[in-house]
């Protein structure tokens, strides 16, 4: 499966529908009081951010260690060209 298909998924999957979350938030916290409310729903986004930050990291190393643009052949044919032509001189 593609990564960046897996990528676009759980991305829209974790910010899908904020809005519509709101009264389900709302009426779970009507109970908690005001100040520790707001605590409860900045550490709630904190730990939503490092769950996303952790899977796009993750992902980016994926890439980076699976090499889909082949960059370490072209590199390494570019320095040999590099080389070869100082050689000649």
């Given amino acids: 499966m593609n990564a960046d298909l897996i990528s676009a998924f759980v991305l829209l999957f974790l910010v ?9 938030v709302a009426s779970l ?3 908690v009081d ?5 605590r409860v729903v900045a550490r709630e986004c904190l730990i939503a951010y490092l769950i996303l930050l952790a899977f ?15 960059l ?3 590199l390494t044919d570019a320095y040999q060209r590099c080389i070869d032509a100082l050689n000649s001189l």
């Fill in 72 to 74: 370490q052949v072209v």
């Fill in 29 to 31: 916290l009507k109970q």
């Fill in 56 to 70: 796009m990291a993750t992902v980016a190393l994926a890439v980076i260690i699976s090499d889909p643009l082949s």
């Fill in 34 to 38: 005001s100040r520790r409310r707001a």
């Fill in 16 to 24: 899908l529908d904020p809005l519509g979350n709101l009264p389900v």
